[in-house]
T-cell receptor
Framework: GAGVSQTPSNKVTEKGKYVELRCDPI?????LYWYRQSLGQGPEFLIY????????DSGLPNDRFFAVRPEGSVSTLKIQRTERGDSAVYLC?????????????FGPGTRLTVL | GEDVEQSLFLSVREGDSSVINCTYT??????LYWYKQEPGAGLQLLTY?????DMKQDQRLTVLLNKKDKHLSLRIADTQTGDSAIYFC?????????FGKGTMLLVSP
């Protein structure tokens, strides 16, 4: 179908609150990725799903960050006890099968601001 | 870990060629990518090159790869004001991308 979509496009929250960010990948893509882009930086890898399971979560900065993909399609990135340093654009990408040669297609991102 | 480096800023006049350079460190990377990001937008894939190639051309875009020096470049011919954006170089590990900090390209009329 259409490209990768992410909601909300903007999220403002207070320090200490819980937030959920949603990603809807390209239809038929089994691999899904979350990246975080801080101001003036390139995107940094957070977690990669192959189907329903997290194949690589080595980029999650700490245990306040968690992501799920229960049906192998939509994914939710969850951040507990948000901190000001969590402010960034959270990007989601998907690829057809996650093989090395597959291209990752990115969504527009969710801009998270923690006050 | 891997570290991808790019110059931060490039300014050109409309109609000139732009060359954006990138160095990477992971010699096992098999795919190298160029993405474009316009203000407030996500990443748009521009082109990629497989590591066994040294050049790839796609319309106004030319990618050159020097694997010995781990150097990648993107040349944009006949640069237009609409090409103004941030350009990211990225190398592919097995499943994830490692990005540089991006090069801001400013095209003046």
């Amino acid at each position: 179908g259409a490209g990768v979509s992410q909601t909300p496009s903007n999220k403002v929250t207070e320090k200490g609150k819980y937030v959920e960010l949603r990603c809807d990948p390209i239809s038929g893509h089994t691999a899904l990725y979350w990246y975080r882009q801080s101001l003036g930086q390139g995107p940094e890898f957070l977690i990669y799903f192959q189907g329903t399971g997290a194949a690589d979560d080595s980029g999650l900065p700490n245990d306040r960050f968690f992501a799920v993909r229960p049906e192998g399609s939509v994914s939710t990135l969850k951040i507990q006890r948000t901190e000001r340093g969590d402010s960034a654009v959270y990007l989601c990408a998907s690829s057809f099968s996650g093989r090395e040669q597959d291209t990752q297609y990115f969504g527009p991102g969710t801009r998270l601001t923690v006050l | 870990g891997e570290d991808v480096e790019q110059s931060l800023f490039l300014s050109v006049r409309e109609g000139d060629s732009s060359v954006i350079n990138c160095t990477y460190t992971d010699s096992s990377s098999t795919y190298l990518y160029w993405y474009k990001q316009e203000p407030g937008a996500g990443l748009q894939l521009l082109t990629y090159i497989f590591s066994n190639m040294d050049m790839k051309q796609d319309q106004r875009l030319t990618v050159l790869l020097n694997k010995k020096d781990k150097h990648l470049s993107l040349r944009i011919a006949d640069t237009q004001t609409g090409d103004s954006a941030i350009y990211f170089c990225a190398e592919k590990g097995y499943s994830t991308l490692t990005f540089g900090k991006g090069t801001m390209l400013l095209v003046s009329p």
